[in-house]
């Protein structure tokens, strides 16, 4: 079974992208860092003031870290949202401090974050309660003008609006990419169990054919069997009265011996042709052909296929057909020769199956149901299953006079032809 190359994880690049992204967040420490210090080494690198925002920022970017390496061992989602919302909440208030530029990475994957974890609603929600305390912020703590406020608060509207899109497509896209996986095992478990039905069939198939053996050894090679000793028995009480009697009894017997293991051998070959390892299709219904001609039959075997392949239930029917075919033509029809065709009529869309022998004795017309055994019950039913039908009539042979007997199984080439990648069957 050929399995398609798994869709790759969308999610698989974030601990690179937020490693990038805290890195980035920690250098906005720098925009705190004393500009005497690159002239005066002996100068502070951080000024009283700032120290405290520099440490505060160092503290948000590792506590952040540690809360992402903690997201991924996560499965409970309410966990996993709350967890997205202090994430995004510690990052937006490093945010009120300094420029935007190197918080932008960090904040932008927060946002997508939390769209991934809880939802786009709570994204929303989140952006516009940090617009609200970033506007009412800047009057209250720096003395910066209402419109000042919220022409600061634009670019962060921005830059967290792109994170809700980017998270909005991606959670999209992680939804598809699960229903694939879903669907794929889906598939699988369906495969598996059609080769699980495919296997049962094919035992039920077998446990019939050999019932039906059974029963048709019972009655074929037992009235053999007794008639054999019928004759011997017939032969010993006249071996000193009318020896030429006896004689002819035993030679009776012998024929009849013969006859019985010329069934037999018949029998064998019907329940297991002799098969090369590894032949397949056309080739499984040759060996099984050349079993059968071994018997004194002669054999004729036609295909149209254009070496296309069959499918396996497609190829256990034709070998059960054939098999059938060949088993009645001896037993019943006494045929010395037996014409099988494989047909794939693309106009119908039909791959057809016919064995066909002379048979003097039968009656003209469809061969009643009442009147078919266990072996072509079987079969007509293995034909339903895909999808196809099973004929069995006499006909007369034409030109040249007489009766042929003609068993046809007829299957959608959907279902009795393998397809290659790109070409239909």
């Not at 904040?107 to 506007?135: E, M, N």
């Not at 149209?304 to 029917?317: C, H, I, K, S, V």
């Amino acid at each position: 079974m050929t399995r398609p190359e798994s869709t790759a994880d969308p999610t698989r690049a974030l601990p690179l992208l937020q490693a990038g992204a805290l890195f980035c967040y920690l250098l906005g420490v720098l925009q705190f860092a004393n500009p005497d210090a690159l002239e005066d080494p002996s100068a502070p690198v951080f000024t009283a003031a700032s120290a405290p925002i520099a440490t505060g920022i160092a503290a948000i970017t590792a506590s952040v870290g540690l809360l992402w390496v903690l997201r991924r061992s996560l499965t409970s989602r309410r966990i996993r949202s709350a967890l997205a919302i202090l994430v995004f909440a510690l990052l937006a208030a490093g945010a009120l401090l300094g420029h935007l530029g190197l918080y932008a990475p960090a904040l932008i994957l927060s946002t997508l974050l939390l769209v991934l974890d809880a939802s786009w609603r709570i994204s929303l929600a989140a952006v516009a309660i940090d617009a609200a305390v970033s506007i009412a912020a800047g009057p209250l703590l720096f003395g910066t003008p209402v419109l000042h406020a919220v022409l600061n608060v634009l670019p962060v509207a921005m830059v967290y609006a792109l994170g809700t899109i980017l998270g909005v497509i991606l959670a999209r896209y992680a939804t598809l990419v699960e229903e694939e996986r879903r669907a794929v095992a889906q598939r699988d478990r369906a495969l598996q169990e059609l080769a699980r039905r495919s296997v049962a069939e094919r035992d039920l198939m077998l446990a019939e054919e050999r019932a039906r053996a059974a029963a048709e050894l019972h009655d074929g090679l037992g009235h053999r069997l007794t008639l054999i000793g019928m004759s011997l028995e017939f032969a010993q009480r006249m071996r000193d009265r009318a020896p030429e009697a006896a004689w002819q009894e035993i030679a009776t017997a012998r024929t009849t011996a013969s006859d019985a293991m010329g069934e037999m051998r018949t029998w064998v070959r019907a329940l297991s042709p002799i098969r090369r390892d590894g032949s397949h299709g056309i080739a499984a219904v040759e060996d099984a052909v050349a079993s059968f001609e071994r018997t004194g039959l002669t054999v004729t075997l036609t295909e149209d296929l254009a070496g296309a392949a069959l499918t396996e239930p497609m190829e256990r029917l034709s070998l059960r057909t054939v098999q059938e075919g060949l088993t009645n033509a001896l037993r019943h029809a006494r045929a010395d020769h037996v014409t099988i065709d494989i047909h794939h009529d693309r106009a119908e869309g039909t791959v057809t199956v016919t064995v066909q022998n002379p048979a003097a004795d039968a009656p003209v017309g469809l061969l009643p149901a009442e009147h078919r055994g266990i072996g072509l019950t079987g079969l007509t039913r293995a034909a339903r299953i895909l999808g196809g039908t099973l004929t069995a009539d006499a006909r007369p042979a034409g030109e040249g006079g007489g009766r042929v007997f003609r068993l046809t199984v007829t299957v959608p080439a959907g279902e009795a032809l393998a397809t290659t990648e790109g070409a239909p069957a």
